[in-house]
């Protein structure tokens, strides 16, 4: 196993950030000897982790071993209402509060991110740095916090919508009309954008997931 090395950052932050890259996925087994040789720390602050992600439902038990959680149906239904309002709001509070160099700076990922539209991995990756930059913006450090916690939950699905055919295109459109709407400090307008997109990719996700149903 290639081992990381990553000195500036915390064993949770590392294990956190390795199932929302997807090198661990719903389902995987985790095991403190694997994760303290793959990250070069001791396995006391691993096991200290694991216990703190299983407290956040980021992890579950499988008889003695502890996998990555995934979501059910009604689960991810929940999510996506929280998200869908949270995120909503974050769009009014930018609108109202971003800076004119944060504004431009989430012109320039809209515009830049459409180089990655024929890989799907790399486009997820750019959303949640996009969707992030919104949380920044809406200048709430609560907000932001309560959205971290979402987004944490969002990697437990094993599946990007962004994956369907043609969705990268509409999103980055939907990404485009929000910061219109925000660039105009129409709060209504960027609220009710954001929240669409999201609505869109939830559909878009069912779908996705009704397919793999015989």
Known sequence: ?????????????????????????PGDRLVESEL????????????????????QSLLAR?????????LDHNQMAELYVVRTELEGLAARLAARHATEEEIQVMRDMVSEDRALLDDPSALARANRRFHKRIHL?????????????????????????????GRGEIALAEHKAIVDAI????????????????????????????????
């Open 1 to 25: 196993m290639t081992q990381i090395r990553t000195p500036n950052k915390d064993a949770y932050t590392l294990i956190l950030e390795a199932i929302d890259s997807g090198v661990y996925r």
């Open 36 to 55: 303290a040789e793959r990250f070069g720390v001791s396995r006391t602050p691993i096991r200290e982790a694991l216990q703190r992600l299983e407290t």
């Open 62 to 70: 499988d008889g003695r071993s502890l996998i990555v959680a995934s």
């Open 137 to 165: 913006a809406s200048h709430n450090r609560f907000l932001v916090q309560q959205l971290d916690l979402v987004h944490r939950s969002m990697a437990l699905m094993a599946t990007t919508s962004l994956a369907a055919q």
């Open 183 to 214: 660039s105009r400090r129409d709060e209504d307008a960027a609220y009710k954008a954001l929240r669409d997109h999201i609505s869109v990719a939830f559909v878009t996700r069912l779908k996705l997931d009704s397919h793999k149903i015989d």
